[in-house]
């Protein structure tokens, strides 16, 4: 994973992905299996915001033979792991983003058309590190989203 959408910022990533959530698994007594492989790899393959069906969807045009079941539970697993995060969640369609390795993702949603539009906070990262080094933490990472919404006056 680069750093080349910002060509400021270094990620140092002390493992690969493959290697936190087999770490995971093996902690909640579950196993790495291929189709799991198969999943975080399309994930990985995915660009930007998804949903589940979408990586269904990669899955079947990869030829893998994974179930609807296996990939809901491996974006669980994935989400408890902190490779992925969910960005938003209405009714039954939650929306995910690759989370681990990569520069925060702050976000505005648009609730009125479910539009998820990334935002620079650079203020954000700042009093984010103040914060952790007041308290003697080293900050691995932070998320912000903005939920909004046109005003009602606006046609």
Known sequence: ????????????????LCAVFRRQLKAEGQKYTPERAQ????IIGL????????????LRRRR?????ATV?????LMQEAGIIQRVLSEGDQAQYQLAYGQRPS?????LDT????????????ALRERICRELG??????????YAVAPEDAS
Do not use: C, W
């Open 137 to 146: 933490l080293r900050a691995q990472g932070h998320r912000l989203q903005i």
């Open 64 to 68: 893998h033979r994974v179930s609807k």
């Open 1 to 16: 994973m680069s750093s080349a959408s910002n060509p400021g910022t270094t990620l140092r990533i002390t493992e690969p």
């Open 39 to 42: 999943v975080l790899d399309a």
């Open 114 to 125: 479910r539009e998820v539009i990334p935002i620079d906070v650079p203020e954000l990262e």
């Open 47 to 58: 660009d930007g915001i998804f949903e589940a069906e979408q990586v269904i969807d990669e």
């Open 106 to 110: 702050d976000t505005l949603v648009r």
């Open 72 to 76: 809901y539970r491996t974006i669980h």
